[in-house]
């Protein structure tokens, strides 16, 4: 079993800035693929963009630019930070992480951790 815990989040006003975390532990030598995905009130969970194993970062269009998605190996720790937050950033922020052992599921999700951004 893998166990994800986000931290991190809360209420901003809009403009700044924030680094979520996302720290794994238990069977952390499953992991395969990190992702952050957000979902805001009345709307879909939506991809932010991952890092894969090896190191290569990718990122979902909309989230281009004031997103960045790091990892800390050695703390199995994710990150994602995010710039000149706005309103609409307003949301549940979860972590997943893909396992690649064969007990267990294929894929864990995080509890989220909410980001409120104010006018």
């Given amino acids: 079993q893998v166990h994800l815990k986000e931290s991190g989040g809360g209420l901003v ?9 996302c720290a794994a532990s238990g069977d952390t030598g499953c992991i395969s693929g990190l992702n952050w995905y957000r979902q805001g009130s009345g709307k879909e969970r939506e991809m932010v963009g991952g890092i894969t194993n090896a190191g290569s970062l990718w990122y979902a269009d909309s989230f281009k630019g004031r997103f ?41 999700w995080g509890q989220g951790i909410r980001v409120t951004v104010s006018s």
């Fill in 68 to 108: 960045t998605i790091s990892r800390d190996s050695a703390n199995n720790t994710l990150y994602l930070q995010i710039n000149n937050l706005q309103p609409d950033d307003t949301a549940l922020y979860f972590c997943k992480v893909g396992s690649s052992c064969h007990w267990g599921p294929s894929m864990y």
């Fill in 13 to 21: 006003q809009a403009g700044d800035s924030l680094r979520l975390s």
